[in-house]
Structures are given as structure tokens and as C-alpha cells.
């Protein structure tokens, strides 16, 4: 089941900004269904990303999954895009906060135990399945990429244009790769440097900072 869920949000397509304020204009206006799901769909790897940040026991990390996605509804709901605060920061106290009152009310035993073993164990070793590390690596650079969004039109352009085409336009790497008349190397070594910029930007490393003028190209 965890396998299958893991496939489904691994192909999530993330929002422009631009798209995503649409969206909210449309959900609060005229209440859109579809606007509510999408907005609901294109967070879930930040849900998955909060749930295993807490590392739940195994056998009950559906459950939490399925509690973080309800906090995200209640999220989706409540949030008041006109205030000028993000969405990723909003849900986040939610989602986290609904995961870790279910564990301590119904799971504490179990809870407690797991956090004593687990050590640094991680999720694609406790699942044993050699295409687990790939997809929980897109996930988790995903999750990323919507945490720290408001960022990314500061990055250098092929790095920004790496993210946007992986997580937003869900581009093949060798089409943008030859669009920017670049190896297939050299566009997985910009990605990586931008997903490792985006990482000391959240640690808030001051070597993350961007130098002056670093916009253009």
C-alpha cells in the first residue's frame, strides 16, 4: 500500500505561483471544486515529507499519511491566501500538528518505542525495495520546491529552469536538456545544485545567500 502511494505522489505536478494564486481566487470566489483538489493534490509530497519527519512506526504510517492529508484539507480550508503568508507554512503547523497528536493519543506506546529504535534507519531501507530510494528522493526534492518556492525566480536561470520543468511542467530532463543545448550530465549536476542551494536556504546557511547580479544566468 505504502509502495503504491509512494508511485502516485512521486508524479505529482507541482503549481507555478502563478497557477496556484488562480487557484485560490477560484476556491474562495466561487467555492471550485476542482480548484479545492487540485491545490489538495499538488501538497501531498509536503504531507509526506512532514509525516516521515516524525517517523512514525511502520505499521502505522498509512494512518498517519491519511491524518496529514486530513490536516491539509483542514488547511485548504482555513487558509486566507490575501494575508500574505505561504500556504507551505500554514499547512505545515497543521499537517504536522494533526500527525503527531493522533501518535501520542492512539499509538504512544508504540510511538515511543519506535523513536528509541529507529536511529537513523531510512524509509526506502525499512521498505527493502531498491526503487524506494529514487522515489523518495523526488518526493522529498519536491516537498522542497513548495516550501521555499517564493526563492526559486532568485536562483541562476538553468537551475530555476531545472526545478520548473521537473516539478511544475513535469518535463523529460533530455528535452530540456537540449533545449538549453546542454548535456544530460550537466542538466542532473545543475538540478543538484539547485536542490542543494534550496536545502541551505531552509537551514538558512548564510553561504546559500546568492551572490549579486547571480539572476541572469
Known amino acids: 500500500m505504502l509502495a503504491d502511494y509512494l508511485k502516485t505522489i512521486q508524479h505529482v505536478t507541482l503549481l507555478t505561483p502563478d497557477e496556484e494564486g488562480r487557484l485560490w481566487e477560484r476556491y474562495r470566489r466561487e467555492a471550485d471544486v476542482d480548484s479545492r483538489l487540485r ?83 531510512s524509509l526506502a531501507g525499512r521498505l527493502a525495495d531498491p526503487a524506494a530510494d529514487a522515489a523518495l528522493a523526488s518526493i522529498e526534492d519536491a516537498a522542497l520546491v513548495l516550501q521555499v518556492r517564493d526563492v526559486i525566480d532568485a536562483l541562476p536561470r538553468r537551475e530555476r529552469v531545472t526545478l520548473q520543468a521537473t516539478y511544475v511542467e513535469a518535463r523529460a530532463p533530455h528535452r530540456v536538456a537540449a533545449e538549453l543545448r546542454i548535456s544530460l550530465s550537466h542538466f542532473y549536476r545543475l538540478h543538484k545544485q539547485a536542490i542543494d542551494r534550496l536545502r541551505r536556504l531552509v537551514l538558512d546557511e548564510p553561504r546559500a545567500h546568492l551572490p549579486e547580479g547571480v539572476q541572469g544566468y
Open 39 to 121: 491545490l489538495i493534490e499538488a501538497y501531498q509530497p509536503l504531507v509526506f515529507k512532514l509525516v516521515m519527519q516524525v517517523r512514525p512506526p511502520d505499521p502505522v504510517v498509512m494512518d498517519m499519511i491519511q491524518e496529514g492529508a486530513v490536516g491539509l484539507i483542514e488547511a485548504v480550508e482555513r487558509f486566507d491566501h490575501r494575508r500574505g503568508v505561504r500556504f507551505s507554512t500554514f499547512a505545515t503547523y497543521r499537517i504536522r500538528g494533526r500527525v503527531l497528536n493522533s501518535l501520542r493519543r492512539d499509538h504512544p506506546v508504540e510511538y515511543s518505542l519506535d523513536q528509541e529504535g529507529q536511529g537513523d534507519l
